[in-house]
């Protein structure tokens, strides 16, 4: 007997120890889950986005082509005399030559200028598709975030509704209520629970979505914060406006995409002027058997030069309007781009003040939706009438919370938005 309660007592001792290293290790590993934020999410998605990398390898593949024009490849020819040519010095057996192209001054640098600039725009391409990354991810994470706090709003909606069925009941007990209020409470419950199964699968779908954007197992979880918080702008209306217009990858792409066409009238102009070739011939020359001049069977060497003329001008000239018009073409699209930008954050401003506003209001007739629900359950304790006007104002509050967590998360959209132009 002794033995059993002290093996009982070794027992619970080491249940309780294994107890207390089970709960440290969820607390390190809820401590690590719960320390990912939006900008840990954000990062995430830089390094492992797939078309963000492809974005990136194009970059790096432009990049490539910086240093590829040069000169081009030396011409070699040989030719065989199957009839040889007799010359003074021997027969002609065979003849090898090589010649290298040179083109106009300073075709090549430009060339390389231009690929250059080429590899600027897909830079600032890669750049816009990362802003559109973040935005998609803080918009998904966002719309996780509503969804969280609309059910908790639900879950204590469904809780207080749970006290009022208790209060009737008590009401209809003591007989000065109706059973209709316990009928009414178990609707409303019953659609409330609707509500949620719906929003379970809508976060399952926003997850999966979360998660394709992290390049990641699908039924990864999804940390949120345990409060949806509200975000502001960091910046004045001014210095907002300025650092759009300033830091925008969209301008930035154009003002590339308008250096790329000004190389590309340098480098067709280039084109225009003629090439030079420097080159040798060699003749392999047999010795003469029916005489012995000086330098009999020498073989023979003649330097060559050659100059190709762009006579026909036309193509030369149409490649120099081309990049020309191109270069008016993009410097329109830049101003209107810009045009575009300042509507923009006119619009995303309006959205954002628009949320304020609806917060602020929401506040206030939660208090008065509060103010009005405790003088009535008040009053239905004492006569218990106007139990169906305590459900109302209790829909009206639960709507007014929800209104102001949408209104948070359209702010915080609003927000997203306008740092995803600059």
């Known amino acids: ?25 969820m607390t390190m590993i809820l401590g690590f889950v719960h320390g990912q934020t939006l900008d840990d999410y954000l990062k995430m998605a830089a390094d492992s986005n797939a078309m963000l990398k492809a974005s990136f390898y194009q970059y790096y593949a432009a990049l490539e082509k910086v240093n590829q024009p040069g000169l081009p490849d030396p011409e070699l020819g040989f030719g065989y005399f199957i009839n040889p ?22 075709t090549i640098s430009a060339q390389r200028s231009m690929m250059a600039d080429r590899a600027r725009v897909k830079f600032e391409e890669f750049n816009a598709h990362k802003s559109e990354l973040f935005l998609e991810l803080k ?8 969804l969280k706090s609309d059910q908790e709003l639900l879950k204590e909606h469904l809780e207080i509704l749970d006290l009022y069925k ?3 009941n008590t009401k209809v007990e003591s007989g000065s ?10 609707m409303e419950s019953a659609d409330i629970d609707n509500v949620l199964i719906g929003i379970s699968e809508k976060q399952d779908a926003l997850k999966v979505k979360f998660n394709q954007l992290l390049n990641r197992d699908p039924v990864e979880v999804v940390v949120l914060p345990d409060s949806m918080l509200a975000v502001d702008i960091r910046f004045s209306v001014s210095e907002l406006t300025d650092s759009i217009l300033s830091g925008n990858d969209q301008l930035h792409k154009l ?15 280039k084109m225009g002027g003629p090439s030079f070739g420097l080159g040798i011939n060699y003749f392999l020359i047999n010795e003469r058997t029916d005489a ?20 026909y001008r036309r193509k030369y000239k149409g490649m120099v309007r081309e990049a020309e018009f191109n270069s008016l073409a993009f410097q329109e699209m830049h101003t209107d781009q810009v045009n575009m930008l300042l509507a923009k954050i006119e619009m995303l401003l309006a959205e954002y003040r628009d949320a304020e506003r609806r917060i602020n209001l929401y506040q206030e007739q939660i208090d008065r939706a509060m103010n009005a629900r405790e003088i009535l359950v008040e009053a239905y304790s004492v006569s218990g009438k106007d139990f169906e006007e305590i459900l109302r104002i209790q829909r009206l509050l639960l709507k007014y919370e ?6 948070v998360r359209d702010k915080n959209i609003a927000v997203a938005k306008l740092e995803a132009l600059y």
């Open 1 to 25: 007997m002794v033995f059993y309660v002290a093996g009982a007592k070794i027992k619970e001792t080491n249940e309780e120890f294994m107890k207390h290293v089970m709960i440290i290790l």
């Open 85 to 106: 040519v007799e010359t003074r010095l021997g027969p002609q057996q065979a003849k090898f030559s090589v010649m290298q192209m040179f083109p106009w001054f300073g």
């Open 139 to 146: 918009q998904n994470y966002y719309q996780l975030e509503k």
């Open 166 to 168: 208790a209060l009737a």
């Open 177 to 186: 209520g109706s059973v209709v209020d316990v009928l009414r409470i178990d």
């Open 255 to 269: 003002e590339a995409m308008i250096e790329a066409s000004g190389a590309q009238v340098e480098v067709a102009k």
């Open 292 to 311: 012995n001049p000086p330098d009999n069977g020498k073989d023979a060497l003649m330097p060559m030069l050659s100059v190709k003329l762009p006579v």
């Open 402 to 407: 929800q209104n102001i967590v949408t209104a």
